[in-house]
């Protein structure tokens, strides 16, 4: 059981505007922020898909699913789903207030499985039926 005293109650009010005023700035500008690099980067992103050449960006980075390298994941997501069949494949990814961001396709890596044996099957175990299956395979990432 827990008891307790009020010793100062205000009552819900609409707050001045000077004591709002900059948070309603600050979030202002930075509506505006991400509305001008994302038009931005529309921009950038038909040019560079015309003349891929002209692209500059950071460094390549590899990612996966589980290797993110820290990138958001929209970023990771619009680099794994982009289609690759024509490389260098571009795609832009809206951040909201982040920004936005282009993915720049240079290579497809295929994934590094591990295949591993299970243990020996018993000779007398069965699978479907009495036969046996030709192979017993697990994968680790």
Same mark, same amino acid.
């Given at each position: 059981?827990?008891? #307790?005293?009020?010793t100062?109650?205000?009552?819900?009010?609409?707050?001045?505007?000077?004591?709002?005023?900059?948070?309603?700035?600050?979030?202002?500008l930075?509506?505006? #922020?991400?509305?001008?690099?994302?038009?931005? #980067?529309?921009?950038?992103?038909?040019?560079?898909?015309?003349?891929?050449?002209?692209?500059?960006?950071?460094?390549?980075?590899?990612?996966?699913?589980?290797?993110?390298?820290?990138?958001?994941?929209?970023?990771?997501?619009?680099?794994?789903?982009?289609?690759?069949?024509?490389?260098?494949?571009?795609?832009?990814?809206?951040?909201?207030?982040? #920004?936005?961001?282009?993915?720049?396709?240079?290579?497809?890596?295929?994934?590094?499985?591990?295949?591993?044996?299970?243990?020996?099957?018993?000779?007398?175990?069965?699978?479907?039926?009495?036969?046996?299956?030709?192979?017993?395979?697990?994968?680790?990432?």
């Amino acid at each position: 059981m827990v008891s #307790g005293r009020i010793t100062q109650y205000t009552a819900a009010h609409t707050q001045p505007f000077a004591e709002v005023k900059d948070m309603v700035r600050q979030r202002w500008l930075a509506q505006r #922020g991400a509305e001008e690099a994302r038009k931005d #980067g529309i921009a950038k992103l038909a040019a560079w898909k015309a003349a891929p050449a002209s692209a500059a960006l950071a460094a390549p980075v590899l990612v996966s699913r589980q290797e993110t390298q820290k990138l958001p994941a929209p970023v990771i997501d619009a680099a794994l789903r982009a289609d690759a069949s024509a490389l260098p494949a571009f795609a832009g990814v809206d951040l909201g207030t982040l #920004g936005y961001a282009i993915v720049k396709i240079g290579k497809v890596v295929p994934t590094m499985c591990r295949l591993k044996p299970l243990p020996n099957r018993n000779a007398a175990s069965t699978h479907s039926g009495g036969r046996r299956p030709r192979a017993w395979l697990t994968t680790t990432a």
